[in-house]
């Protein structure tokens, strides 16, 4: 569910028209609906009522502050991979005890940044990682409370390049080594076990191989604390999908999900810690753009837009679907006819869909593309020094833009020529 409705003909975000922010703000730019954010949070809350939680978002699905401060202030927890992530939390005003540091390449300068600013734990990725830690820890006087990222092999059934659980991802510690890397931990100054920590994926659309993952967590908190571990917080990881074609049947819902956490872990009493960022921030928001020409090609249309693949990168990375809708509503037995989407971009890549199909569309019309809320803005670059796309927050029937749209000096004034030349 999101809150993206036509209202008199009109597509809005909640009680605002997409068309009087284009005429406002301008386009490309991405839209973020505050109702649909606060729903999605609240509907793991509830999923995980059962049990001590934290709904940790993963940042790198959308880093923008203000949507941060707003799930922040909802009680989210964060999901933070770096440095940036970290100082966008903080500034935020999410506290430290609410942040758990993941990621596979954690810097000594990132780790005494999160230290001395306050951190819930670290989600250790390698053995090498677990020492450098440790003499950061020392080198500081501290106690590093840590869990860590097994690797069970288990194949998430998502895309190869966002499925991260399986034996030859690049992410965690294999599943046989565990009992040895958690001794290791164990006699490390300057650490402290506090959990363990899983996961296998992005876009999870079926709740099997979250089963078999969170069995085999389930089968090692039991050994682990037998070899004398004390393991109070389980992160589960995040992953679950959302449904990018509204044809297509919906994934599971949190509280399946929840519910089959409870199946696997319930027993074990730990607190349960999960990083969803796709699922909240996803279908909360959208990328607005304007039409800048149709194009006759041979044996096609091209719908040229002033949106690219430099603004939203998904369709060219993943071939990822989103879909592609007029803001102006068809009126019904309205004639549609195939068109290839495409950026202004000088790659082939740009294309966002091939063959949709669409009403007659004019130069300067407006279309949205949908389920742009997570791994958008975040991902989006100047390629072709093109500006990065600005940022937009609706509550109820008022929004103010987050992020601005930098002029060219702005961006130009970011080189340096060196006086030599």
Known sequence: MDHFNYVDGWLHAEEVSLSRIAAEVGTPVYVYSTATLTRHFRLFQQALNWTDHLVCFAVKANSNIAVLKL?????????????????????????????????????????????????????????????????????????????????????????????????ENKFGIPIARAREVYANAARLPGIKVVGLDMHIGSQLTDLEPYRQAYAKMADLTRALRADGHQITRLDMGGGLGIPY???????????????????????????????????????????????????????????????AMNDLIRPAMYSAHHDIV????????????????????????????????????????????????????VMASEYNSRPLVPEVLVNGDQFAVIRARPTL?????????????
């Open 245 to 307: 074609r509204r044809d297509n049947n919906a994934p599971p819902l949190p509280i399946e999900y929840g519910q089959v956490i409870r199946d696997a872990v319930g027993d074990l009493g730990c607190e349960i810690e999960i990083e969803p960022g796709r699922n909240i921030a996803g279908n909360a928001g959208i990328l607005l753009s304007s039409v800048i020409y149709l194009k006759e090609g041979e044996g096609r249309d091209f719908l040229i837009l002033d949106a």
């Open 71 to 167: 799930l922040g202030d909802l009680g989210a927890g964060m999901d933070i991979v770096s440095a940036g992530e970290y100082a966008r939390a903080r500034a935020a005003g999410v506290p430290g005890e609410r942040i758990v540091f993941s990621g596979v390449g954690k810097t000594e300068t990132e780790m005494r940044m999160a230290l001395e600013g306050g951190i819930r734990q670290f989600n250790v990725e390698s053995e090498p990682e677990l020492e450098v830690l440790s003499r950061v820890a020392v080198s500081m006087g501290v106690e590093v409370p840590i869990a860590v990222r097994v690797n069970p092999d288990v194949d998430a059934r998502t895309h190869e390049k966002i499925a991260t659980g399986k034996s």
């Open 326 to 377: 007029p803001v102006r509503e068809a009126a019904p037995g309205t004639d549609v006819a195939p068109y290839d989407v495409v950026g202004p971009v000088c790659e082939t890549g740009d294309t966002f869909q091939k063959g949709t199909q669409l009403p007659t569309l004019a130069p300067a019309d407006l279309v949205a593309l949908r389920s742009a809320g997570a791994y958008g803005a």
């Open 409 to 421: 000096e702005e961006m130009l004034g970011r080189d340096t020529i060196p006086e030599w030349l």
